[in-house]
């Protein structure tokens, strides 16, 4: 029985070596720089999300903009109409179609079909 364990032990440090050594020697892993416009559009849409929520809170359409520049699209006004639109089609989260109605408006991009997702305006007291 002691034999049984002592090969075990043996094959388990054996092994957790190896590992080690392929994992941080031999095969170690390589980073890679990417620019963001070769993104999956589900994750430039997600990061469209996340600006349009820091837009909502700071209402900087410059930094938004600055932003949005790094997907280098032509017209940064249009994208975010196609990804409000988009995500108004798709029936995706209504908060998130809430804040890109607002980056959207915010850009001069308010159509028809984001109207009723325009925040209501709040009465003064």
Request: net charge negative; proline share 5%; glycine share 8%.
């Amino acid at each position: 029985m002691v034999r049984f364990f002592a090969s075990l032990l043996v094959a388990l440090l054996v092994g957790l070596g190896l590992g080690l050594y392929l994992g941080w020697v031999q095969f170690p892993v390589q980073q890679t720089d990417s620019a963001a416009t070769v993104l999956a559009q589900r994750y430039k849409d997600e990061y469209t999300v996340m600006i349009a929520q820091g837009y909502l809170a700071d209402q900087d359409i410059t930094g938004a903009l600055e932003r949005l520049r790094m997907f280098q699209v032509d017209n940064i006004p249009t994208y975010v109409q196609d990804v409000t639109e988009r995500y108004i089609t798709n029936s995706r989260d209504v908060r998130d179609i809430r804040v890109l109605v607002a980056l959207s408006e915010g850009l001069g991009r308010l159509t028809p079909i984001m109207e009723p997702y325009r925040p209501l305006p709040v009465s003064g007291a």
